[in-house]
């Protein structure tokens, strides 16, 4: 047995031998570990090191940030101010045109009382109604030539306000209607012309005389009425018509006879055709009347307003004469005008 041979020294120097190894490893464990240490050490003071970077590059933007925060908010804090300086500038300009406007406003009101005082319109001023003459006795005809229009309507309420009647010498038109109306409430009808046209209806006898069928047919198509009293347009002394036929006046106020007819001219009028446009004028009108005469006729036209305005006061103005209305029929001694042509 060689083992039994190995001597005490031997082993003795085999365990110190082995015990060197021993102590070789751990050294060397030691220092490996304590190389990787120290490499784990440098990373993570490089780690700090990029995230101090980071800390510092990031507090520089928060401060760029800021700083721009800061601008802008100067910025918006001028804007304000000039805005604000703007909207105190426009509203002194405002302050001054409605200054302005106020001034303007209290001028024209100034105007316009000046205008009312110096200027009134004849339609505001009293009416000076003209004094009545004595006409006990006579009797007035009103007449409407030229119509229905649309004053007739209202026309025929003042007469009905009133009490009177009148006669209507219509022509051919748009208000046709309104001739029911007229003969409903108690006037007289009777015919003017079917087409107020002097050239086309003084033409020639024929020409006339057709015109004045074609009204009657009308007004009976209308009315029922047979018409039988009449007015020429422009009256039996009309001249217009010898410039289309000579002498038809003439014959003409001879066929409408023969015809059956009767034709009234008028020996008054309220000059509403010539110009009388008021309430004043139409009376002063109304008021020269043959003072010899029994019977008025007086010549007025449907067709105008201040007409139906004066009427009234016409109306009024007749009572106050003392005469009485009524209506012209064939029985009525006619008014008629010398004949020119
Ligand atoms: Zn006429």
């Known amino acids: 047995m060689k083992f039994a041979t190995i001597s005490k020294s031997t082993i003795f120097k085999i365990i110190i031998i082995a015990l060197s190894l021993l102590l070789v490893a751990s050294a060397a464990t030691a220092v490996y570990f304590g190389v990787q240490y120290s490499k784990t050490q440098d990373n993570l003071s490089k780690a700090n090191e990029q995230i101090e970077q980071g800390e510092s590059l990031l507090n520089d933007k928060v401060s760029e940030n800021e700083s721009l925060v800061e601008q802008h908010s100067s910025e918006k804090q001028s804007y304000e101010n000039k805005i604000s300086q703007e909207n105190s500038e426009h509203q002194s300009e405002v302050d001054k045109l409605n200054g302005q ?174 110009g009388a446009n008021t309430v004043q004028k139409q009376l002063n009108y109304c008021s020269k009347f043959p003072k010899s005469a029994s019977t008025i006729i007086v010549l007025m036209h449907d067709t105008k307003k201040p007409t139906l305005e004066a009427l009234p006061k016409i109306i009024e103005y007749y009572q106050s004469c003392g005469m009485t209305f009524d209506v012209l029929t064939p029985f009525v001694q006619p008014v008629h005008h010398k004949v020119l042509n």
């Open 101 to 274: 406007i106020d001034k303007l406003k209290k001028e024209l009101a100034a105007k316009l009382t000046t205008n009312i005082s110096t200027t009134v319109p004849d339609s505001a001023k009293p009416v000076v109604v003209p004094e009545p003459i004595q006409g006990q006795g006579k009797t007035v005809y009103l007449t409407f030539d030229d119509g229905p229009s649309q004053y007739t309507p209202a026309i025929l309420d003042v007469l009905d306000k009133y009490g009177v009647k009148a006669t209507f010498f219509v022509v051919n038109g748009k208000y046709n209607k309104t001739m029911k109306d007229i003969v409903d409430r108690g006037h007289q009808i009777g015919l003017h012309t079917y087409s107020h046209n002097y050239k086309q209806i003084y033409s020639s006898d024929e020409a006339y005389l057709t015109d004045l069928q074609k009204i009657h047919d009308v007004v009976y198509k209308e009315t029922g009425v047979d018409a039988t009293v009449m007015r020429f347009p422009g009256g039996g002394s009309n001249t217009v018509s010898k410039k289309y036929s000579k002498g038809i006046m003439t014959r003409m106020t001879k066929a409408v006879g023969e015809k059956g007819y009767v034709y009234y001219d008028w020996n008054c009028s309220n000059g509403d055709a010539d």
